[in-house]
Structure formats: structure tokens, C-alpha cells
């Protein structure tokens, strides 16, 4: 006799390797129905972060069919779609990663309650992290609230082996009425983007564990080295696969470990990098309020401005007049990507240089970024802007050229991102302007801007306020 089926409810975990969700669903040989549900929570997505959704999942789609399974697409409410599902192929168990923002935790409990009153079994299982983020606690019972001891406490704790994607994916019979992702158009919001951005996107399990390999046959000696340099290609890339699960971080982990036990120099400075995205879903998870507000309340009278003006304009746009600044800005709306260094620097410069509210930052890094990830995006600006635990010093406002002549000396990654000014400017300066809105107005032949700001006296008034906050 068969098993009633298990549907595997498939969220950030678009892979079938070291999936202990999919796998729960498979034991004793049940029949899977993967099944995707575009309901408001996904519907909320930025425009880069849905358009990279649709891609992993129509890979992953494909993916499931080489193995005998396929996907169901289902729009609108969870729990209504999940319950469908359920009664049309006698499904009796949802198996599905458990969630860390607030408002996933809200949609799952309902679902949760309603799944478990219709006498169905919810099954939540770890999401896609290395450690427990609730589990993890000081000798005193607490959660950590600084980096470094977190780390010290994590260096050490046992991390399960990766385990193989399953063979065969045994399908029930009678396939639930699926829509066709197509139909969704959730690359809309990108408009003409669309092409320019795909180009930059590396989709999918098997692309994610190539590029592991890359980083790890070819990076990662130079990483501790060369990780600052935006013009260098030295860091792994692997955030944007990270984000939408098509790795686990368990693989990561155990690259990161071989690589430190055949003594190459970069293994534990990448190993503590995975770790930082850790501690993001650890303050997540124990302080959700993180994501939404100061994590210190003592910011809540601080005088950022939310405005959003025509200076905030300019930082969207890289038309701010500080090169390094609005190289980043376009490498991000190109991209969807920014190196870490110019996430911490547009970052500095948006809420110090500019004094503006960090959730403006905040906000339009999750429109553009394809690595969208709301644990270290918030732990990320709240850092960068002194609001957060473990926060950069009040003092330290990035110098956008100070930084400059340290990690791009040569201007070269400045010259490969502002086309204005240049007389062959490189193909992807000038994608910037194939992909920004018509209403920006902006063109290659433009003349570079002068510094919206006086960077001294901006510098001065930042410092003169946080102080005061300080005291
Ligand atoms: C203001 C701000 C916003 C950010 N927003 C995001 C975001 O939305 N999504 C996101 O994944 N990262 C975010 N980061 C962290 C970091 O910039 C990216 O993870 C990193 O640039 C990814 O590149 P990589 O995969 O090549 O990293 P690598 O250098 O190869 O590092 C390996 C992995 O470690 C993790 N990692 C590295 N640095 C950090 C960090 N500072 N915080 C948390 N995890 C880290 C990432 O998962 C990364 O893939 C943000 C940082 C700042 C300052």
C-alpha cells in the first residue's frame, strides 16, 4: 500500500542536496508533492529579489522533473493553497523550513493552527543555517549580542555531514492543478532590467556548488588578502544562493574546514564570514524587532531624516558626485549585487554623510539586491548606521576617498562602473543606463555631478550628533 503523500512546502530552500525538509517528507518511502505557494509575504519581494525567485524556481522545477517529481505553483493565501493540495491528493503531512522573520512567523503559525485543525501533521525543520539561532545561548542562559563570542562559541559545535540530493522523487497519483509560473510575470517589477540583471545571475543547486568548488580550488588562498578589493574577484559570490537556499551552508562549512586543514591562509577568515550571516539570523531570531526598528531604542529620537528627497534620489541613482559611492550604487542596480566593503560604504555615507534614516538604505537594497537576505541586510545597516548590537563605533564614518585610495588605488573598479567622462566606457557602465528607469534621464554622455554635499562639513554635523547620542 502506499503512504499518504507528503508535501514538501518549498520556501528559501530551493535545493534537493542536504535538505532535511524534503528529506522528512521522503522517509518511509512516502510520494512528495513539491508544491510553491506566491502568497503575500512572497508578493512583497523587491523587484530583484522576485525576479531571482522566478529563476531558482523554474531551475529547480526542471530539476525536480529529471527526478520524476515536479513542482505545483499555487498564488494566494498559504494555508487556502496548502489545504487544496492536500484534499486533492490525500496528503496528510506539510514539511517546510522553519522561518526567522516576524511576519513569516505570524503566516506559519496560522497556517500551523489551520493545517493541525483540518488533523494534518505540520512538520517545521531547520531552515538553512548551520546552527540553531535559538539554541545557541551564553553560559548564562542568554543570547550572544556580539559578534566575536558568538563565533568563539559556534567554531567548534558539530555540523552534520552534507548529504546527497535523493535519486528518485517518488510522485503520487493525480497531479494537483498547478498554475504556470509564467503566468505570475514576477519579473515586472524590473521592467526593461530584466535582461541586464539575468545576465548577472548564477541560478540554481548545481551552479551554486560549482561555484563552491571554484572558490574553493581557486579563492580562497587569496581571500583573507584580497576580500576588500572591490575590482578583484576574490570573495565567493555564494550570498545569492545562500539566500534563496540552492546551497546549504553545511556545504560551505565543510569546504571552509577541509580548506583550513590543508593550510590555506583564507579558510577561517571565510569561515567566520559564514558565521556573521549566522549571528544575523541568531539577533533575528532572538530580537526580532531588529529587522523592523532600532535595535537601541536610544535611536528612536535620533534626528535622521526620512525624507526622501532629491539627495536620497541622487544615492539611488550613483549621481551623488563621490565616485566610489555611485560606482557601487550602479554596480548594485545592474547586478543586484554590491561587494561588502561599498554596501558598508553607500551605507555610511546614506545615514552619516546624508544623516537619512537607515530604513531608507534598508528598503532599497531590498529592491535591488538578488541576494536579498532580511537577517543581514537589517544586521547590516543597523551595524553600519550605530543602531544595532555590535555596531560600528559612532566615530567611524567611512571616508568615500579614503576608501578609494585603499581598496581601489588604481580607480579601476571606479572606471569599469561610471561611464560619464570616459571614452570607452566598459559594457557594463553603460548597461546602467539600458536598465534604469526612462524618468531617471540619465545618459553615458552626461557630465559627472558635483558632490551633492560638502563630504568635511557632513562629516562634522554627523559626528556633532552622535556624539550627542553617545553621551
Ligand atoms: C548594509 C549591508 C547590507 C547587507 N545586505 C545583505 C543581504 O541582503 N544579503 C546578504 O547575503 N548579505 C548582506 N550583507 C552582507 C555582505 O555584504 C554579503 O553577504 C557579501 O557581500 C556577499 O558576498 P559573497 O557571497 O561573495 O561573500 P563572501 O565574502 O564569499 O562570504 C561568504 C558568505 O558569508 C556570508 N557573509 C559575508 N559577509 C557577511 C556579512 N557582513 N554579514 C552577513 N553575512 C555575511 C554571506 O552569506 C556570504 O555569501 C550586507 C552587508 C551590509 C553592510
Known sequence: MQ????????????????????????????????????????????AAASLRLMLGLKTLAKTLE????????????????????????????????????????????????????????????????????????????????????????????????????????????????????DAWHMDAAMNRGTAILTQHCVVGEESALDRLHH???????????????????????LSENLAWGEISPIRLWHAGQRAMAQGRPGAETFLKEVVWREFAYHLAANTPQIMTGNWRDKWDSFPWSTEEDEQVLAWKQGRTGVDLVDAAMRELYVTGRMHNRLRMLTASFLTKHMMKHWKIGLDWFADCLIDWDPASNAMGWQ??????????????????FRQQERFDPKSAYVAHWLAEGQRTPSAQALAFFEACPRSWDMRADDLRPLPILDLKAARQRALDAYSQNSQ
Open 66 to 181: 529529471s527526478k520524476g517529481s515536479y513542482l505545483i505553483f499555487r498564488r494566494g493565501d498559504a494555508l487556502t493553497h496548502l489545504r487544496a493540495v492536500a484534499q486533492h491528493s490525500g496528503a496528510d503531512t506539510v514539511c517546510a523550513a522553519r522561518a526567522f522573520d516576524p511576519a513569516d512567523i505570524q503566516r506559519d503559525t496560522r497556517v500551523t493552527d489551520g493545517l493541525r485543525g483540518d488533523g494534518m501533521q505540520m512538520d517545521w525543520g531547520p531552515g538553512n543555517l548551520l546552527f540553531d539561532p535559538l539554541g545557541v545561548q551564553t553560559g548564562a542562559g542568554q543570547y550572544y549580542r556580539v559578534y566575536t563570542p558568538y563565533w568563539r562559541a559556534v567554531r567548534g559545535l558539530e555540523v552534520p555531514d552534507p548529504v546527497a540530493a535523493p535519486g528518485k522523487i517518488a510522485s503520487p497519483d493525480g497531479r494537483a492543478p498547478s498554475d504556470s509560473i
Open 3 to 46: 503512504h499518504k503523500p507528503a508535501i514538501w512546502w518549498i520556501r528559501r530552500d530551493l535545493r534537493l542536496a542536504d535538505n532535511p525538509n524534503l528529506m522528512r517528507a521522503i522517509q518511509r518511502g512516502r510520494p512528495v508533492i513539491p508544491v510553491y505557494v506566491l502568497d503575500e509575504r512572497e508578493e512583497a519581494l523587491g
Open 215 to 237: 572558490f574553493t580550488e581557486e579563492k580562497i588562498a587569496a581571500y583573507a588578502a584580497d576580500r576588500d578589493f572591490p575590482a578583484v574577484d576574490a570573495t565567493s559570490g
Open 383 to 400: 551595524w553600519v548606521a550605530g543602531s544595532g548590537p555590535d555596531a560600528a563605533p559612532f566615530f567611524r564614518i567611512f571616508s568615500p
